[in-house]
T-cell receptor, first 113, second 110 residues
Framework: EPEVTQTPSHQVTQMGQEVILRCVPI?????FYWYRQILGQKVEFLVS????????KSEIFDDQFSVERPDGSNFTLKIRSTKLEDSAMYFC???????????FGPGTRLTVL | KQEVTQIPAALSVPEGENLVLNCSFT??????LQWFRQDPGKGLTSLLL?????REQTSGRLNASLDKSSGRSTLYIAASQPGDSATYLC?????????FGAGTRLTVKP
């Protein structure tokens, strides 16, 4: 069964460094999402992406964040200058249609020191 | 701003018991509602999706209901098993974003 994959599974970085989290959505899916979950807290929506542009973004998704689908298969989340509070689990999800069942990847645990 | 609340925060039941998890949301203008399962340290697995026009969905031992006007959904699990132990998340979708509840941590004891 097709699945969403994410790399790396765990990323450790120093405060102020740039990180890129990578996701490979299910191949025929058209809508892509990033979420984060700070340890012990709710899953929070970051951004949705369709037709090579951002559809919606939350208040969390500020100028430090960007997303890209560089080659038709990968979907990336970049954090330009990481802060301690960016430490969280980051999940990618994809779906075939707007409002369809979202399929989540296993997540990338980001630790900012 | 949409707020999603789940009650109870944790639940422990003996194997074989039927149980109900509750979810409430503040803005009834939703496109759909989805229930997920999350195992410790893992991603989310979709269990059921209910469109805003639907009242319920069933999959195996799971049944989810939706009362959009009152801002409530329930997830009914029949004949619970130890393998059902996980955190169950409710999420409402509208306008291309999805808002999650904090989850109910379920433990089913053998």
């Amino acid at each position: 069964e097709p699945e969403v994959t994410q790399t790396p599974s765990h990323q450790v970085t120093q405060m102020g460094q740039e990180v890129i989290l990578r996701c490979v959505p299910i191949s025929n899916h058209l809508y892509f999402y990033w979420y984060r979950q700070i340890l012990g807290q709710k899953v929070e929506f970051l951004v949705s992406f369709y037709n090579n542009e951002i559809s919606e973004k939350s208040e969390i998704f500020d100028d430090q964040f960007s997303v890209e689908r560089p080659d038709g298969s990968n979907f990336t989340l970049k954090i330009r200058s990481t802060k301690l509070e960016d430490s969280a689990m980051y999940f990618c999800a994809s779906t075939t249609e707007r409002g369809g069942t979202q399929y989540f990847g296993p997540g990338t645990r980001l630790t900012v020191l | 701003k949409q707020e999603v609340t789940q009650i109870p925060a944790a639940l422990s039941v003996p194997e074989g018991e039927n149980l109900v998890l509750n979810c409430s949301f503040t803005d009834s203008a939703i496109y759909n509602l989805q229930w997920f399962r999350q195992d410790p340290g893992k991603g989310l697995t979709s269990l059921l999706l209910i469109q805003s026009s639907q009242r319920e969905q069933t999959s195996g031992r799971l049944n989810a209901s939706l009362d959009k006007s009152s801002g409530r959904s329930t997830l009914y699990i029949a004949a619970s098993q130890p393998g059902d132990s996980a955190t169950y998340l409710c999420a409402v979708y509208n306008n291309n974003d999805m808002r999650f509840g904090a989850g109910t941590r379920l433990t089913v004891k053998p």
